[in-house]
């Protein structure tokens, strides 16, 4: 006999419910096992100091934030007390960041594609411009710089206490950042010269900026001794609060120490310990030298390179001993540095940061404007990547020891940061990069060292 159709109507009501009410107590597990199935790559693990002995490994983490999606048996996310790890992805490791100081460190490590193409090596950007407070490499120095001196009782937060740096830029801008993150303020040294984004940006700030006249180390008007003179003369000041502090980042071991504890151990844990090369720019000799330190210490045979723009005196340093001729006497000479459109790194004095490290710089190119302009154009060109006048110095030295050392070897560099702070000044005589599909990586970087 047919089932009436309200009768039919009504069981399938029924019945719609009750599987509705079982699957609701299956459909948690069945989505925890779908997440642990399709679950993204693993994360960079927090970087460690431990021994140059002990292995970096890549581990997936996983976030456990007290309070967070709490069940009402009191457990995290729904999951029982079982030691089961949760399974949302976890960005840098660290689930919900602790302020702006949590976006620093763990930037991705990234294929050069068409450098590595055109070379036959695996040629490999840190992405610094990816720290999220400067966008530098110097977030990190600035970070380690500020913990130092409040662990040692020289800064206390919302005191009235400045910081006061010389600096090109980068530096500048992390300290400025984080010093309205911590409760400081910021007073800024820097060359007239530098590009007009960089004073702008630290303005925007709110931090004091001074734009004095290129000058030598040994001027007492030079950007990093006028810093350090009103750094005193704040802490001497009766009428002023808080302290003057100067940062220092030329020779504070804060500066490599940063790089030693996590650039290294970053750069060695991505590359699962299997890297050839380091190459890098100076501008404090902090990045060269906390790098190497950590890399020769697991990898005694890795080269560590320098590249160096026009102008600078490293690049002699390195391959013959001394600063441009021997009768000028380090830290004595009068000159300025010779006039080059990179910012960011060079230098014609050895600073505590790179003396730290000299002995283990194995090799230097030296690198021309029109290089690195050229440069800087490929990069944008072939793949997308806009940076600065620093980061494209660092790619021509990658492909010129990539040709010396010949196909099947890796070789990592640091992109510095955005070509948006070099608009006025390096992107303006690089020019605007139009359908230049016929680039030769020969045109780009010449053979000369």
């Known amino acids: 006999m047919p089932t009436p159709p309200r009768l039919s109507t009504t069981l399938a009501f029924l019945a719609g419910i009750l599987l509705t009410l079982g699957f609701k107590d299956v459909y948690p597990d069945l989505e925890r096992r779908f997440r642990r199935r399709w679950r993204p790559s693993a994360t960079l693990p927090a970087p460690s100091s431990s021994d140059a002995g002990d292995v970096v490994n890549l581990q997936d983490r996983t ?58 090596c695996e040629i490999l950007g840190k992405a610094e411009f990816l720290n999220g407070a400067g966008q530098s490499p110097k977030d990190r120095v600035a970070l380690s710089i500020i913990n130092t001196a409040e662990e040692q009782g020289f800064l206390k937060p919302n005191s009235g206490d400045v910081i006061y740096e010389g600096t090109v830029g980068s530096t500048g801008i992390s300290l400025a950042t984080l010093c309205r993150a911590k409760g400081y303020m910021a007073h800024i040294c820097m060359p007239s010269d530098q590009s007009i984004e960089k004073s702008s940006l630290l303005l925007r700030l709110g931090a004091i900026v001074e734009r004095v006249p290129p000058a030598p180390i040994v001027d007492p008007a030079h950007f990093v001794n006028r810093a350090r003179s009103l750094a005193a003369a704040h802490t001497a000041s009766p009428t002023l609060p808080g302290r003057g502090f100067f940062a220092d980042q030329f020779e504070t071991p804060a500066n490599w120490l940063a790089h030693f504890s996590s650039t290294g151990p970053e750069i060695y844990a991505q590359c699962t310990g299997h890297l050839d090369a380091f190459v890098a720019g100076a501008g404090t000799g902090g990045t060269i030298t906390g ?66 490290g000299k002995e283990l710089v194995d090799d230097a190119y030296r690198v021309s404007d029109e290089e690195a302009m050229r440069m800087g154009r490929w990069l944008v060109e072939k793949d997308g990547i806009f940076v600065g006048s620093s980061s494209a110095v660092n790619c021509v030295a990658a492909v010129k020891l990539a040709r010396e050392l010949g196909p099947g070897h890796r070789i990592v560099t640091i992109l510095c940061d955005s070509g948006t702070r070099h608009l006025s000044k390096f992107w303006a005589k690089a020019g605007e990069v139009g359908g230049e599909t016929d680039m030769n990586l020969q045109d780009v970087v010449g053979e000369k060292a």
């Open 291 to 356: 790098v190497a330190k950590f890399l020769k210490g697991k990898l005694p045979k890795v080269r560590i390179v320098l590249a160096d723009p026009e102008g600078s005196g490293l690049f002699n340093r390195v391959k013959y001993g001394v600063m441009f001729d021997p009768k000028e006497r380090e830290g004595t000479r009068r000159r300025q540095q010779v006039d080059t459109i990179v910012e960011g790194i060079g230098l014609n004095r050895v600073t505590a940061n790179f003396e730290v």
């Open 63 to 120: 976030r456990s934030n007290a309070g967070i999606n709490s069940s009402k048996d009191g457990s995290k996310d729904g999951s029982k007390e079982t030691g089961e790890a949760t399974e949302e992805f976890v960005w840098r490791g660290n689930g919900i960041g602790d302020g702006i100081e949590s976006t620093i460190g763990h930037t991705p490590l990234i294929r050069i594609k068409s450098l590595s193409e055109e070379t036959g």
